[in-house]
């Protein structure tokens, strides 16, 4: 293992722990060295330490040295991993750095659809004076919200794009002594994403580079099915969350019943940190619970905060709740449990500190309480998304040293160590293609040249923006822990970008498989290459949408999510691009697999003058078990296939699985073992033993009794109580299972398992059903058999195409 780096130079010493001793670094100062170099024995292990100069020196002069040594003090993470922890480098971060990553928060807004992510958005533009007045989303002016800058979103009503932007957010603070104002400065990127599950990879992708989340729940409804989708993304990248009751001015609204709703559905340790003042249209603030003062938002659009004392009616309640809260945080923070334990109660610091420390621990949510469109509290979410959530040196990212075998690597926001970006999202604009990047180390220059790591391409930056909606502001530069814009690079969503020599890169989002597919065409030939366009640009900019032709009948086929999201793309083509196109009956992406142990052994032998092709596989095909990744195995002995031979038939296994037998859809569930099997001198070739596998699999599928499985979707409807007798006839005639019903004071919430092919036309008989005011969304679950009368049903028609081909 190489001695790690030792810096000394001048009176700046760097010490880096080593094999359990402290030694002092030197790497790049070794020919300025003017200390000698330190050993002391240490038994702590991972810790740097780094020294400032002297106070004589100047201030430009030691902050150069800081940076020189906290590159170094990565080299040698580089070389040795283990000797410093990120916990390291950030303790002894430049004042100067950390003080500017202090004030950064990166957030996203997510939630259910409708929830009001976009109204408390617009809210929170116009509070930090982003935008000069507010604009409802499908509001009278038909302006619309500026983060639904679409015009498809405007007309809908609905957000189909997550939209970045960012804000300055000054954080008032009354001192706990002497009650002065103290003023602190927060920058803020803030990405607003969609609700509908159909538009889930926008969610999915900014929830991957974000340091933190706003969970916004209704409050009529709490937590909703797509709440709980969220809620796992958010898991998934270890994202902490605030949570934020919102429509409080409705009737029939129930913080309280949110708030069992995440701790129950989400499984999440959650508690008030507000108490409502006024509930419904009486609704006029919060009584904040951590230092027991009454907030009200006034003034025309609530701009203005004014703080009183807490209500009388109110201060038993409020105390009650405020004891709810240390109750609940002694549960997951030491602590308040030891204050707890102690019988003392926790003083407002303390108990600030705690909600910071678990939330970001990924232990607890607080609730916060507000009314977006009745423009209430949403200052003090501003507050709590400063408080509670992470700056960008607090959360840990990762990235993987291709140069060491994919060893981790923790990735530091430190300005001047090597850049490491990863671009999250494609977007085409009018200038050309937008990458939205997020920089995780180092900084970005307009200018700069950086590699694209996955192609090994160099590229120029040639300029660099922040977004706000669909508006930009040119930089020169973006610092570490930022999110921006760069023009000009071309490159797929997910793609890591860094500094020359280093071979980083970064895992990337989780991609969904499409469920739901149709064909689609142009309705003149004219206009062709638009539409080749178009389905190129809209590949490019969502992994979730994608288009292939059918090898049979040479038609077009695009793929994904729902109903809705491929609507919306046959619409933006009109739109866009100008193009009318047809398109067929949604199909749904079926899958094949087998139900029984089937022995085969195939020989493949065609002699026509000249080499002949020979190959024997011998072997079995059976059930994977579950219906997850087709598995190929090979357990031959005796080299009666060689190596070379036996990869050829993985091959054959696995173009095998792309096309099934029965419908042509993909292959699932399937394990192929090859156990035996014959080779020719002369006339075998890889050619022959993929052949023989694939016409072997044909064979042994058809022999395995095979099913047509189908997607089967997590279904969740919503209907005011009256109409829950149509609605439940409505699912029992397509077969749906009903898993659990809720009833409400007014609405009741269903969920069920529904197979996607009976969901077609299911919005409309819904709406009927229920006088307009039944929603539902669906979700994929998993695949499962389908009705054997659809089975026989499909694979007859599959049957009668190829025979008319
Ligand atoms: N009563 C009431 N209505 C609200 C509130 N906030 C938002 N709304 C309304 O709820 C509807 C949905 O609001 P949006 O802000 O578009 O919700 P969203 O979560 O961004 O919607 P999607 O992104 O499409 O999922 C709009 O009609 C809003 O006017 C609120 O605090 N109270």
């Given at each position: 293992?190489?001695?790690?780096?030792?810096?000394?130079?001048?009176?700046?010493?760097?010490?880096?722990?080593?094999?359990?001793?402290?030694?002092?670094?030197?790497?790049?100062?070794?020919?300025?060295?003017?200390?000698?170099?330190?050993?002391?024995?240490?038994?702590?292990?991972?810790?740097?330490?780094?020294?400032?100069?002297?106070?004589?020196?100047?201030?430009?002069?030691?902050?150069?040295?800081?940076?020189?040594?906290?590159?170094?003090?990565?080299?040698?993470?580089?070389?040795?991993?283990?000797?410093?922890?990120?916990?390291?480098?950030?303790?002894?971060?430049?004042?100067?750095?950390?003080?500017?990553?202090?004030?950064?928060?990166?957030?996203?807004?997510?939630a259910h659809?409708?929830s009001?992510?976009?109204?408390?958005?617009?809210?929170?533009?116009?509070?930090?004076?982003?935008?000069?007045?507010?604009?409802?989303?499908?509001?009278?002016?038909?302006?619309?919200?500026?983060?639904?800058?679409?015009?498809?979103?405007?007309?809908?009503?609905?957000?189909?794009?997550?939209?970045?932007?960012?804000?300055?957010?000054?954080?008032?603070?009354?001192?706990?002594?002497?009650?002065?104002?103290?003023?602190?400065?927060?920058?803020?990127?803030?990405?607003?994403?969609?609700?509908?599950?159909?538009?889930?990879?926008?969610?999915?992708?900014?929830?991957?580079?974000?340091?933190?989340?706003?969970l916004i729940l209704c409050a009529v409804s709490g937590v909703q099915s797509q709440t709980v989708t969220v809620d796992?993304?958010?898991?998934?990248?270890?994202?902490?969350?605030?949570s934020?009751v919102?429509?409080?001015?409705?009737?029939?609204?129930?913080?309280?019943k949110a708030i069992d709703g995440i701790n129950q559905k989400l499984k999440m340790?959650a508690?008030?940190?507000?108490?409502?003042?006024?509930?419904?249209?009486?609704?006029?603030?919060?009584?904040?619970?951590?230092?027991?003062?009454?907030?009200?938002?006034?003034?025309?659009?609530?701009?203005?905060?004014?703080?009183?004392?807490?209500?009388?009616?109110?201060?038993?309640?409020?105390?009650?709740?405020?004891?709810?809260?240390?109750?609940?945080?002694?549960?997951?923070?030491?602590?308040?449990?030891?204050?707890?334990?102690?019988?003392?109660?926790?003083?407002?610091?303390?108990?600030?500190?705690?909600?910071?420390?678990?939330?970001?621990?990924?232990?607890?949510t607080?609730v916060?309480?507000?009314?977006?469109?009745?423009?209430?509290?949403?200052?003090?979410?501003?507050?709590?998304?400063?408080?509670?959530?992470?700056?960008?040196?607090?959360?840990?990212?990762?990235?993987?040293?291709?140069?060491?075998?994919?060893?981790?690597?923790?990735?530091?926001?430190?300005?001047?160590?090597?850049?490491?970006?990863?671009?999250?999202?494609?977007?085409?604009?009018?200038?050309?293609?937008?990458?939205?990047?997020?920089?995780?180390?180092?900084?970005?220059?307009?200018?700069?040249?950086?590699?694209?790591?996955?192609?090994?391409?160099?590229?120029?930056?040639?300029?660099?923006?922040?977004?706000?909606?669909?508006?930009?502001?040119?930089?020169?530069?973006?610092?570490?822990?930022?999110?921006?814009?760069?023009?000009?690079?071309?490159?797929?969503?997910?793609?890591?970008?860094?500094?020359?020599?280093?071979?980083?890169?970064?895992?990337?989002?989780?991609?969904?498989?499409?469920?739901?597919?149709?064909?689609?065409?142009?309705?003149?030939?004219?206009?062709?290459?638009?539409?080749?366009?178009?389905?190129?640009?809209?590949?490019?900019?969502?992994?979730?949408?994608?288009?292939?032709?059918?090898?049979?009948?040479?038609?077009?086929?695009?793929?994904?999510?729902?109903?809705?999201?491929?609507?919306?793309?046959?619409?933006?083509?009109?739109?866009?691009?100008?193009?009318?196109?047809?398109?067929?009956?949604?199909?749904?992406?079926?899958?094949?697999?087998?139900?029984?142990?089937?022995?085969?052994?195939?020989?493949?032998?065609?002699?026509?003058?000249?080499?002949?092709?020979?190959?024997?596989?011998?072997?079995?095909?059976?059930?994977?078990?579950?219906?997850?990744?087709?598995?190929?195995?090979?357990?031959?002995?005796?080299?009666?296939?060689?190596?070379?031979?036996?990869?050829?038939?993985?091959?054959?296994?696995?173009?095998?699985?792309?096309?099934?037998?029965?419908?042509?859809?993909?292959?699932?569930?399937?394990?192929?073992?090859?156990?035996?099997?014959?080779?020719?001198?002369?006339?075998?070739?890889?050619?022959?033993?993929?052949?023989?596998?694939?016409?072997?699999?044909?064979?042994?599928?058809?022999?395995?009794?095979?099913?047509?499985?189908?997607?089967?979707?997590?279904?969740v409807?919503?209907?005011?109580?009256?109409?829950?007798?149509?609605?439940?006839?409505?699912?029992?005639?397509?077969?749906?299972?009903?898993?659990?019903?809720e009833?409400?004071?007014?609405?009741?919430v269903?969920?069920?398992?529904?197979?996607?092919?009976?969901?077609?036309?299911?919005?409309?008989?819904?709406?009927?059903?229920?006088?307009?005011?039944?929603?539902?969304?669906?979700?994929?679950?998993?695949?499962?058999?389908?009705?054997?009368?659809?089975?026989?049903?499909?694979?007859?028609?599959?049957?009668?195409?190829?025979?008319?081909?």
């Amino acid at each position: 293992m190489r001695v790690p780096s030792l810096a000394t130079r001048g009176s700046l010493r760097l010490v880096a722990l080593y094999n359990g001793e402290w030694q002092a670094c030197r790497r790049t100062f070794a020919s300025t060295t003017t200390l000698p170099i330190q050993h002391k024995q240490a038994t702590n292990h991972q810790r740097i330490a780094i020294r400032p100069g002297t106070p004589q020196q100047s201030l430009q002069h030691q902050q150069r040295r800081w940076q020189s040594a906290a590159a170094a003090v990565q080299e040698t993470a580089v070389h040795d991993p283990n000797a410093l922890s990120q916990d390291a480098i950030v303790s002894n971060l430049d004042p100067k750095e950390a003080a500017r990553l202090d004030k950064v928060r990166n957030i996203g807004i997510a939630a259910h659809i409708d929830s009001g992510k976009t109204t408390a958005t617009e809210r929170v533009l116009f509070y930090t004076g982003r935008i000069k007045d507010i604009h409802e989303v499908r509001g009278r002016d038909a302006v619309g919200a500026k983060m639904d800058s679409m015009e498809l979103e405007r007309e809908k009503g609905i957000t189909i794009q997550s939209a970045a932007t960012f804000c300055d957010w000054v954080k008032k603070t009354p001192d706990p002594v002497t009650g002065e104002m103290k003023e602190e400065k927060y920058h803020i990127n803030l990405i607003d994403t969609p609700g509908h599950i159909d538009f889930t990879i926008e969610v999915e992708r900014a929830l991957r580079v974000l340091d933190g989340a706003v969970l916004i729940l209704c409050a009529v409804s709490g937590v909703q099915s797509q709440t709980v989708t969220v809620d796992r993304q958010m898991r998934r990248y270890n994202v902490p969350r605030i949570s934020f009751v919102n429509k409080m001015d409705r009737a029939g609204a129930n913080p309280w019943k949110a708030i069992d709703g995440i701790n129950q559905k989400l499984k999440m340790a959650a508690a008030a940190v507000h108490v409502p003042i006024g509930m419904e249209d009486e609704f006029k603030g919060v009584v904040d619970l951590i230092r027991m003062k009454a907030v009200y938002s006034e003034g025309e659009n609530g701009e203005i905060i004014r703080e009183d004392e807490v209500p009388a009616d109110l201060r038993e309640f409020a105390q009650e709740k405020r004891r709810k809260l240390i109750e609940t945080l002694a549960d997951v923070d030491e602590e308040i449990a030891n204050a707890f334990l102690d019988e003392r109660t926790p003083s407002p610091t303390e108990i600030k500190d705690a909600i910071r420390r678990s939330t970001i621990a990924l232990k607890f949510t607080p609730v916060l309480m507000g009314s977006a469109l009745a423009d209430k509290s949403i200052q003090p979410m501003l507050d709590a998304v400063c408080d509670f959530l992470p700056n960008p040196s607090e959360v840990e990212n990762l990235a993987l040293d291709r140069k060491r075998a994919e060893a981790p690597v923790k990735l530091v926001s430190y300005n001047s160590l090597p850049f490491v970006g990863l671009a999250f999202k494609l977007e085409e604009s009018n200038f050309g293609q937008l990458t939205y990047v997020r920089v995780y180390q180092g900084s970005l220059r307009k200018g700069q040249v950086v590699t694209n790591a996955r192609t090994g391409n160099k590229v120029k930056i040639p300029r660099i923006v922040r977004m706000h909606s669909n508006e930009m502001e040119d930089v020169q530069e973006i610092g570490a822990g930022e999110i921006c814009a760069v023009f000009g690079i071309d490159c797929a969503s997910g793609d890591t970008f860094a500094d020359g020599g280093l071979g980083y890169s970064m895992t990337s989002m989780f991609v969904p498989d499409p469920v739901i597919s149709l064909s689609i065409k142009p309705k003149q030939t004219k206009d062709t290459p638009n539409f080749s366009k178009a389905m190129s640009r809209f590949q490019r900019e969502d992994p979730t949408f994608r288009v292939h032709v059918d090898n049979e009948s040479g038609e077009s086929i695009i793929s994904g999510m729902g109903e809705l999201h491929l609507s919306i793309y046959v619409e933006r083509m009109r739109r866009e691009y100008n193009v009318e196109v047809t398109t067929g009956q949604p199909q749904v992406a079926y899958r094949e697999t087998i139900t029984q142990h089937v022995p085969f052994d195939h020989l493949l032998k065609k002699q026509t003058g000249g080499a002949g092709d020979y190959a024997r596989v011998v072997g079995y095909m059976e059930p994977t078990g579950q219906l997850g990744d087709n598995l190929f195995e090979q357990k031959v002995v005796g080299g009666t296939i060689s190596e070379k031979y036996l990869f050829a038939c993985d091959k054959g296994f696995q173009a095998s699985c792309v096309e099934g037998p029965l419908l042509g859809h993909k292959v699932l569930g399937t394990t192929m073992v090859i156990n035996d099997g014959a080779t020719h001198m002369t006339d075998s070739s890889e050619l022959a033993f993929k052949t023989a596998t694939q016409h072997a699999f044909r064979q042994a599928f058809r022999a395995g009794q095979p099913q047509v499985l189908e997607p089967l979707m997590k279904t969740v409807v919503t209907a005011p109580n009256e109409f829950q007798g149509n609605i439940v006839g409505l699912l029992n005639k397509r077969n749906a299972v009903i898993n659990d019903t809720e009833i409400g004071a007014d609405d009741f919430v269903l969920s069920a398992d529904c197979s996607l092919n009976s969901l077609f036309g299911f919005s409309s008989q819904l709406r009927a059903a229920s006088q307009g005011k039944g929603e539902f969304t669906m979700e994929f679950s998993h695949y499962s058999p389908a009705p054997p009368q659809l089975q026989k049903e499909l694979i007859a028609k599959h049957e009668k195409e190829k025979y008319k081909r």
